[in-house]
């Protein structure tokens, strides 16, 4: 099994027609996904041709690219100014999974098509996310295929490169899922989310939680866990050496107080039960002494 995303996925791509839409088209069908379709108004009815003898039709809207082809995954690489509509769009034909990768979408627009979710059928991933990969099985978004094959850890982080790091480091051991889930400050999938997944998939043994400073979104993960999580889980909080104050990257973070700081965050979460690495590839260690432990 995986979380969210796995081999009977049917992914469209809107915005597939642009650079980083057809690079990373390529790069999700070499890894195996199922691309169905792509979305673009302007070049609907037209193929587009892959290395490896693909072509995929262009659909006009998502509504008709889910007709024609079943899609249950849609997977966003449409720029900053409109990927509000794109993703009300993709939310409106209640497609199971819209992951947003793009960066630099207004936080006003992220919440509005945040809150326009709310009690619909479609899980947002992102904005400003790698997206997330179950490998083996399917790969939506940007995250390299090839630093790491399957296995029984779930990952869940709000860094991309992080992300890409623990799947490296782990890779002797592999991924059910990793889910990227962006480090705006309004994100749709938290580590909540995956979290309560991960403790229900029966293929998953062991978690790993990247977090960053800033807001309280890990202090709410460590509360969480502590009264649903049972499999263990091994915990990284980027942001230790950051100056106290300072908006620090892509989070948008500001730490205030002792509120939002790393070590703030390590403390609720080794209250929880939580290991937690100093490093990430302490956080790699501590995860193969878990991963170890269950094996003997």
């Given at each position: 099994?995986?979380?969210?995303?796995?081999?009977?996925?049917?992914?469209?791509?809107?915005?597939?027609?642009?650079?980083e839409?057809?690079k990373?088209?390529?790069?999700?069908?070499?890894?195996?996904?199922?691309?169905?379709?792509?979305?673009?108004?302007?070049?609907?009815?037209?193929?587009?041709?892959?290395?490896?003898?693909?072509?995929v039709p262009?659909?006009?809207?998502?509504?008709?690219?889910?007709?024609?082809?079943?899609?249950n995954?849609?997977?966003?690489?449409?720029?900053?100014?409109?990927?509000?509509?794109?993703?009300?769009?993709?939310?409106?034909?209640?497609?199971?999974?819209?992951?947003?990768?793009?960066?630099?979408?207004?936080?006003?627009?992220?919440?509005?098509?945040?809150?326009?979710?709310?009690?619909?059928?479609?899980?947002?991933?992102?904005?400003?996310?790698?997206?997330?990969?179950?490998?083996?099985?399917?790969?939506?978004g940007?995250?390299?295929?090839?630093?790491?094959?399957?296995?029984?850890?779930?990952?869940?982080?709000?860094?991309?490169?992080?992300?890409?790091?623990?799947?490296?480091?782990?890779?002797?051991?592999?991924?059910?899922?990793?889910?990227?889930?962006?480090?705006?400050?309004?994100?749709?999938?938290?580590?909540i989310?995956?979290?309560?997944?991960?403790?229900?998939?029966?293929?998953?043994?062991?978690?790993?939680?990247?977090?960053?400073?800033?807001?309280?979104?890990?202090?709410?993960?460590?509360?969480?866990?502590?009264?649903?999580?049972?499999?263990?889980?091994?915990?990284?909080?980027?942001?230790?050496?950051?100056?106290?104050?300072?908006?620090?990257?892509?989070?948008?973070?500001?730490?205030?107080?002792?509120?939002?700081?790393?070590?703030?965050?390590?403390?609720?979460?080794?209250?929880?039960?939580?290991?937690?690495?100093?490093?990430?590839?302490?956080?790699?260690?501590?995860?193969?002494?878990?991963?170890?432990?269950?094996?003997?």
């Amino acid at each position: 099994m995986a979380i969210f995303l796995d081999e009977n996925s049917k992914v469209i791509v809107q915005g597939m027609t642009g650079s980083e839409g057809m690079k990373h088209t390529q790069r999700m069908l070499a890894s195996g996904t199922a691309i169905v379709g792509g979305v673009n108004p302007r070049k609907a009815g037209t193929t587009v041709d892959f290395d490896g003898g693909v072509s995929v039709p262009v659909y006009g809207t998502v509504a008709e690219a889910i007709e024609a082809t079943g899609a249950n995954v849609s997977v966003i690489f449409v720029p900053p100014a409109f990927a509000k509509s794109a993703v009300v769009e993709a939310i409106d034909t209640q497609i199971a999974l819209a992951v947003v990768i793009t960066e630099g979408i207004a936080v006003k627009d992220s919440a509005e098509f945040f809150n326009y979710s709310k009690g619909k059928a479609t899980r947002i991933v992102g904005p400003n996310c790698p997206g997330l990969i179950s490998p083996g099985k399917s790969n939506a978004g940007i995250i390299p295929a090839n630093i790491a094959g399957a296995g029984r850890i779930g990952l869940v982080s709000k860094s991309g490169t992080l992300t890409y790091q623990m799947m490296y480091e782990l890779r002797d051991f592999g991924f059910s899922s990793a889910v990227g889930i962006g480090g705006d400050p309004i994100i749709g999938t938290t580590h909540i989310d995956c979290l309560e997944a991960f403790e229900k998939d029966p293929d998953t043994d062991a978690i790993v939680m990247i977090g960053e400073i800033g807001g309280d979104a890990e202090e709410r993960a460590a509360a969480y866990i502590k009264d649903h999580v049972t499999k263990p889980v091994v915990g990284y909080v980027a942001g230790f050496t950051a100056p106290e104050g300072k908006t620090m990257g892509h989070a948008g973070a500001i730490v205030s107080g002792s509120a939002g700081t790393a070590a703030a965050k390590q403390e609720a979460l080794e209250a929880a039960g939580v290991k937690v690495g100093k490093t990430p590839s302490a956080t790699a260690d501590l995860m193969r002494e878990v991963m170890r432990s269950l094996q003997s």
